[in-house]
């Protein structure tokens, strides 16, 4: 696959002998140097006095607080104009050796990092025998040290964890921002006239004084189309997301932007062991997925994981049983509607693994209760509902522990989802005649979505699911479109968000210009490729680092470790086959410790029945939002085809909860934010 920005020059080890100018830390409390929330500038032209500067750096580091609130430093050059600041959650290494922002021990180099560098261990280690010295043992001082001696595009192909940070050269007065390879930790970045802006959150970027946040209208269709703004873009004209696996440098106010892995690379390399035996795959997938749970098992605080009943958390549950002296906490959240709930199936999936589990039982009052919350907690407009019962379960993990495990990225890496099943059908949909096509596109819509979800009913129950009408009107989107139109389309939501927001041209991700399937790809490796791209760093990771972030719970994704994508993507063995469904390994792995018949029913995901909800306890909120005077505000929503679904919707005409909570989270975050 290309590369969406050019390689990288090898840099060189970078640590001299000036020790810089700037100030020291100021600690509100002793706390590590772990999951935070970063934010800092430069005044392009350094007009201010130092302590000006430490204090709009700290009102940045204070909007974010809730990322960090077992402390707060700050750090200035006054001569660059450049702030850090940094807000912590404690994790490991409690005391104030690990206080960021962190000076590298030459002193040439400033640090704020939000982050987890899970074999920090090792490279402590290669770094001692290379003469560099360690106050503390937090993986900050690992981080920044690396840096110093390896130079920065060799130290990120080094460190294996999530992250996101900021390092700041005194000497060459050169700023890098990087992100993890992933997207798991996020960061934002602005290039204005006169300041460079970058934080965690958006909320950052507003506490900045002199910047009016202006929406970007572009963005508004593209967020309507896939429920959430795509990378690199942001809502806002002029702020961007870093993309996962990249570096920016800034220097004389010139701005690049190299990546140091590519995903793309590793699908499109040549297969490992393509001669070994199935078992073989899996013993080694095994090994290596077991050394990475027992890694982020790595605290000094309680640490449970987030047990659904589901293959990827079963077996994250039991690799961790394995490993601790003690049984694990585990925690799942449960619903009033039954068609929801799945606490049932957690607990004796717990029980089989003999875990402490905490089952979480909600009523729908308790989670409608968040949701005006939302367009504040989640800083940008996001509109995936499963936004709501991640929310309300991280609150109530956070009261047990500080750090959870997750099992997000297993189904983009083990081809779990059921558009996978559908996409697959795509080469026998191109060899139908058009005519065909057409004819079965039209029965499959003649159907009613209640009528569909009835017939569910009727099939076998591992292949029963909450989702039978969106199947078929996926599969007819597919038989009316191309290959690379029809993937769009079923990934999508408002398939035509012109309507909806007339006279305004649409961003696409990059991704989306490789065309489909992507080049040296098969079908199904295309699809995996541009959901890790897209649909995993601003869907997914978003709502668990923003819901977790919420309540300061710190989660790890432990199938997002880099060596264990690059070892799937490179076994072809491991994908579905004739022989063997999608996920099969983590199928096989569970069944060594848990009964084959726990496994064995339909995947439901994690949702909430949002569509009963506007028609019962959420009307008169969504009516207010979606009042016609609401929408005509700006003139940038056309309000005729929402009222018309909103309409529909209430009667019982049609299911259009997932296009009306699109508008209602949208029209709510603009509130939230007033803009």
């Given at each position: 696959m290309p590369e969406l920005f050019p390689a990288a020059p090898e840099d060189r080890p970078t640590c001299g002998t000036r020790s810089g100018t700037g100030q020291l830390p100021s600690m509100a409390k002793k706390a590590d140097s772990k999951m935070c929330g970063i934010a800092g500038f430069i005044d392009k032209k350094a007009r201010l006095d130092p302590e000006r500067y430490a204090s709009l750096v700290a009102t940045m580091g204070e909007a974010i607080a809730h990322r960090g609130p077992d402390g707060s430093g700050t750090w200035v050059d006054k001569p660059c104009?450049?702030?850090?600041?940094?807000?912590?959650?404690?994790?490991?290494?409690?005391?104030?050796?690990?206080?960021?922002?962190?000076?590298?021990?030459?002193?040439?180099?400033?640090?704020?990092?939000?982050?987890?560098?899970?074999?920090?261990?090792?490279?402590?280690?290669?770094?001692?025998?290379?003469?560099?010295?360690?106050?503390?043992?937090?993986?900050?001082?690992?981080?920044?040290?690396?840096?110093?001696?390896?130079?920065?595009?060799?130290?990120?192909?080094?460190?294996?964890?999530?992250?996101?940070?900021?390092?700041?050269?005194?000497?060459?007065?050169?700023?890098?921002?990087?992100?993890?390879?992933?997207?798991?930790?996020?960061?934002?970045?602005?290039?204005?006239?006169?300041?460079?802006?970058?934080?965690?959150?958006?909320?950052?970027?507003?506490?900045?004084?002199?910047?009016?946040?202006?929406?970007?209208?572009?963005?508004?269709?593209?967020?309507?189309?896939?429920?959430?703004?795509?990378?690199?873009?942001?809502?806002?004209?002029?702020?961007?997301?870093?993309?996962?696996?990249?570096?920016?440098?800034?220097?004389?106010?010139?701005?690049?932007?190299?990546?140091?892995?590519?995903?793309?690379?590793?699908?499109?390399?040549?297969?490992?062991?393509?001669?070994?035996?199935?078992?073989?795959?899996?013993?080694?997938?095994?090994?290596?997925?077991?050394?990475?749970?027992?890694?982020?098992?790595?605290?000094?605080?309680?640490?449970?994981?987030?047990?659904?009943?589901?293959?990827?958390?079963?077996?994250?549950?039991?690799?961790?049983?394995?490993?601790?002296?003690?049984?694990?906490?585990?925690?799942?959240?449960?619903?009033?509607?039954?068609?929801?709930?799945?606490?049932?199936?957690?607990?004796?999936?717990?029980?089989?693994?003999?875990?402490?589990?905490?089952?979480?039982?909600?009523?729908?009052?308790?989670?409608?209760?968040?949701?005006?919350?939302?367009?504040?907690?989640?800083?940008?407009?996001?509109?995936?509902?499963?936004?709501?019962?991640?929310?309300?379960?991280?609150?109530?993990?956070?009261?047990?522990?500080?750090?959870?495990?997750?099992?997000?990225?297993?189904?983009?890496?083990?081809?779990?989802?059921?558009?996978?099943?559908?996409?697959?059908?795509?080469?026998?949909?191109?060899?139908?005649?058009?005519?065909?096509?057409?004819?079965?596109?039209?029965?499959?819509?003649?159907?009613?979505?209640?009528?569909?979800?009835?017939?569910?009913?009727?099939?076998?129950?591992?292949?029963?699911?909450?989702?039978?009408?969106?199947?078929?009107?996926?599969?007819?989107?597919?038989?009316?479109d191309n290959a690379s139109n029809g993937y769009r389309k079923l990934v999508g939501h408002w398939q035509q968000p012109g309507e909806v927001i007339p006279d305004v041209e649409e961003l696409a991700s990059p991704v989306w210009y490789e065309g489909f399937p992507l080049p040296g790809m098969d079908r199904l490796k295309s699809m995996q490729v541009i959901d890790m791209l897209t649909y995993l760093p601003d869907d997914l990771l978003v709502k668990v680092d923003r819901a977790s972030m919420a309540s300061s719970l710190e989660v790890r994704v432990p199938f997002l470790d880099s060596r264990l994508v690059e070892q799937v993507m490179r076994s072809p063995t491991l994908l579905p086959d004739s022989r063997h469904a999608g996920k099969w390994p983590m199928r096989a792995i569970a069944q060594k410790y848990v009964p084959k018949e726990l496994l064995e029913r339909p995947k439901k995901g994690f949702s909430c029945p949002v569509g009963a909800w506007l028609r019962g306890p959420l009307r008169d909120w969504a009516e207010d939002l979606l009042d016609e005077r609401n929408l005509r505000q700006d003139g940038l929503l056309d309000p005729k085809p929402i009222r018309r679904k909103w309409a529909q919707h209430v009667n019982g005409d049609a299911d259009w909860h997932y296009h009306l909570w699109i508008v209602l989270q949208f029209v709510n975050w603009r509130r939230a934010h007033s803009v």
């Open positions: 104009g450049v702030a850090f600041a940094n807000r912590r959650l404690a994790v490991i290494d409690l005391s104030s050796k690990a206080a960021q922002p962190m000076r590298s021990s030459c002193g040439r180099f400033v640090l704020t990092y939000n982050g987890e560098i899970y074999n920090a261990a090792r490279l402590r280690a290669e770094l001692r025998n290379r003469g560099r010295k360690f106050r503390g043992h937090s993986d900050t001082e690992v981080l920044v040290e690396a840096c110093a001696s390896w130079g920065v595009q060799h130290a990120l192909r080094e460190i294996e964890g999530m992250f996101a940070f900021a390092l700041w050269d005194t000497t060459d007065r050169v700023l890098y921002l990087a992100r993890d390879r992933f997207g798991i930790k996020p960061l934002y970045w602005a290039d204005f006239d006169d300041s460079f802006l970058f934080g965690s959150e958006l909320k950052a970027l507003r506490a900045f004084p002199g910047w009016k946040p202006e929406i970007l209208p572009e963005a508004v269709p593209a967020f309507f189309r896939h429920s959430y703004v795509p990378g690199p873009y942001s809502i806002y004209r002029g702020v961007r997301k870093l993309e996962p696996g990249t570096v920016l440098r800034l220097e004389k106010g010139d701005v690049s932007i190299t990546r140091y892995w590519d995903l793309g690379a590793h699908v499109t390399a040549k297969p490992d062991r393509s001669n070994a035996t199935h078992e073989e795959i899996l013993r080694d997938l095994e090994a290596t997925l077991r050394k990475t749970v027992e890694q982020q098992l790595q605290s000094d605080v309680p640490i449970g994981i987030l047990l659904s009943g589901g293959l990827d958390s079963t077996v994250l549950s039991a690799l961790a049983r394995d490993h601790g002296k003690q049984a694990p906490q585990t925690f799942s959240l449960g619903f009033s509607d039954p068609a929801y709930d799945e606490t049932s199936f957690a607990e004796e999936v717990a029980k089989a693994l003999g875990t402490q589990h905490h089952s979480l039982q909600l009523s729908d009052a308790d989670l409608i209760d968040v949701i005006p919350r939302l367009g504040t907690t989640f800083d940008e407009p996001f509109a995936d509902s499963s936004q709501i019962p991640t929310y309300v379960l991280c609150a109530k993990v956070r009261d047990a522990v500080t750090v959870a495990l997750s099992g997000e990225g297993g189904d983009e890496l083990f081809a779990g989802y059921d558009r996978y099943s559908l996409g697959r059908l795509n080469a026998m949909i191109d060899a139908m005649p058009a005519s065909v096509r057409k004819l079965l596109a039209a029965s499959l819509e003649t159907l009613s979505p209640a009528t569909w979800n009835r017939l569910a009913g009727l099939l076998p129950a591992r292949w029963r699911g909450l989702s039978m009408s969106a199947r078929a009107y996926f599969l007819a989107n597919l038989l009316r």
